[in-house]
């Protein structure tokens, strides 16, 4: 069992940066390729962004060259760096994790989910 919680969101103004984290408690952390995805009310949740357990990321081209996602395993955390923010990146992020340890981008592949945090971009 993994339990995750995210952190960092909030309110801001477009253009504006946000950093979210995610804490990772339980199983061995490393194991896990761990994803971002993001919902908004009556859509489906979306994917953000992904890390391998080794590294390797893959982001949806909404976000590319404006988010980050990075891992620190020896802090059990996930975050996602996200610059020059919009509007349309408003929504809730949630963090997931899964134990195929690949990168992955959908969201049946994940095995554990956090509750989510509220990003809001104003214009």
């Known amino acids: 069992q993994v339990q995750l919680v995210e952190s960092g969101g909030g309110l801001v103004q477009a253009g504006d940066s946000l950093r979210l984290s995610c804490a990772a408690s339980?199983?061995?952390?490393?194991?896990?390729?761990m994803g971002w995805f993001r919902q908004t009310p009556g859509k489906e949740r979306a994917f953000v962004a992904t890390i391998s357990r080794g590294g390797s990321t893959n982001y949806a081209d909404s976000v590319k060259g404006r988010f980050t996602i990075s891992r620190d395993n020896a802090e059990n955390t996930v975050y996602l760096q996200m610059n020059s923010l919009k509007p349309e990146d408003t929504a809730v992020y949630f963090c997931a994790a899964s134990r195929y340890g690949s990168a992955m981008s959908r969201a049946y592949e994940y095995d554990y989910w956090g509750q989510g945090t509220q990003v809001t971009v104003s214009s």
């Open positions: 339980g199983r061995t952390f490393s194991n896990y390729a």
